[in-house]
């Protein structure tokens, strides 16, 4: 079966950014995805597509087809009188947007009464290099497709 829209893929990948191992799945542990659910970047989805089991290929992603480009209106300061908890320089910490969701942002400083926060994605900006691996293609399930991820086994939430 070759990897399409509504697929269930799994991969073994390893991401380098500048020479650099910046994630990659365990042994024995592939990353599995829906195909076409946007549950993966896109520049990496666009590759796969029509792979099959076993393929192996070398997939470079530009930011635009990552994860953005690095905007530094992203980045902003904040009191540190609105956190409860002591902060740290360097440490990703999480806020609620005005619509309710988390946003992750990252403490790049901290200045006196105020810190600054990047709220980028961390990989923003950069070039992503893979080397990926596909250990499984197989149709979703109609509740998979309903839900728009995959399920482990006993349908469990993955």
Request: net charge negative; proline share 4%.
């Amino acid at each position: 079966m070759n990897i399409a829209e509504n697929t269930v893929v799994d991969i073994d990948y390893v991401l380098t950014v500048d020479g650099e191992v910046v994630d990659e799945s365990e042994e024995g542990q592939p990353l599995s995805y829906l195909h076409g659910a946007n549950n993966i970047i896109p520049g990496l989805e666009n590759a796969l597509m029509g792979k099959t089991l076993g393929d192996s290929l070398e997939v470079t992603v530009s930011p635009e087809d990552g994860y953005g480009e690095y905007d530094p209106e992203n980045v902003q300061e904040l009191s540190k009188e609105d956190f409860e908890d002591e902060i740290e320089e360097g440490e990703t910490y999480y806020a609620e947007s005005s619509d309710g969701s988390i946003l992750p942002f990252k403490v790049t400083k901290i200045e006196g009464d105020h810190i600054v926060a990047d709220f980028n994605p961390e990989l923003a900006g950069k070039t992503l290099h893979f080397q990926v691996t596909v250990r499984g293609v197989r149709a979703a399930t109609a509740e998979e497709l309903e839900h728009g991820h995959v399920h482990g086994e006993d349908d469990e939430h993955e």
